[in-house]
């Protein structure tokens, strides 16, 4: 069975950083593309950031230059790097493989305010 278990949330003032993991007891993590998303309190869920198998990376346009994406093929794990924080960051963040068609995980909260 496929899981996603995502960890690294909490409570964090603006201008603050957090780094979110996720491992993915997935056969050949590698070969996957990998996404963190997030779902803000009464919103949908949104596709934030995302890497390929040979780390190529994308970043929706809310987040390019403050959040980086990174991954460990050897530990099955993908990281959220966030930095500048802003109070509209606040969701649950999730991760999965972009192409994966199943349950989602769990999620970490992500909580910025004063």
């Known amino acids: 069975q496929v899981q996603f278990v995502e960890s690294g949330g909490g409570l964090v003032q603006p201008g603050g950083s957090l780094r979110l993991s996720c491992v993915a007891s997935?056969?050949?993590?590698?070969?996957?593309?990998m996404g963190w998303y997030r779902q803000p309190p009464g919103k949908q869920r949104e596709l934030v950031a995302s890497i390929a198998g040979r780390s190529i990376t994308n970043y929706s346009d809310s987040v390019k230059g403050r959040f980086t994406i990174s991954r460990d093929n050897a530990q099955n794990t993908v990281y959220l790097q966030m930095t500048s924080l802003k109070p509209e960051d606040t969701a649950v963040y999730y991760c999965?493989?972009?192409?994966?068609?199943?349950?989602w995980g769990q999620g970490t909260q992500v909580t910025v305010s004063s």
């Open positions: 999965k493989a972009v192409s994966f068609v199943g349950t």
């Open positions: 997935l056969r050949s993590f590698s070969a996957y593309a």
